[in-house]
């Protein structure tokens, strides 16, 4: 049973930070992504970074220099670190990993106040 679960989550003010995490357990292997996506009510659900077991990462374009993801293999987590918060990063964040198949933790809400 693979679980993943997310944490980190919070309130901050406009131009706070935020550091989310996200620890994989269970028989797992071969990890080639690991993403953080957030879906703001009324919303699709968005990417907004990943991370290939290469360690090349990807950004949706509105968080680009103000948030970094990170991983590490031995411990099988995954970190979105956001900075520069703005309002409209206000969402239900999702950690995502694949491995043969795409596993999704429950998400943890993040609320940026103005």
């Known amino acids: 049973q693979v679980q993943l679960v997310e944490s980190g989550g919070g309130l901050v003010q406009a131009g706070g930070s935020l550091r989310l995490s996200c620890a994989v357990s269970g028989s797992i292997f071969s990890i080639v992504f690991m993403g953080w996506y957030r879906q703001a009510p009324g919303k699709q659900r968005m990417l907004v970074a990943s991370i290939t077991s290469g360690s090349i990462t990807n950004y949706a374009d509105s968080v680009k220099g103000r948030f970094t993801i990170s991983r590490d293999n031995a411990k099988n987590t995954v970190n979105l670190q956001m900075n520069s918060l703005k309002p409209e990063d206000t969402a239900l964040y999702y950690c995502?990993?694949?491995?043969?198949?795409?596993?999704w933790g429950q998400g943890t809400q993040v609320t940026v106040s103005s």
């Open positions: 995502m990993v694949h491995s043969g198949r795409p596993y």
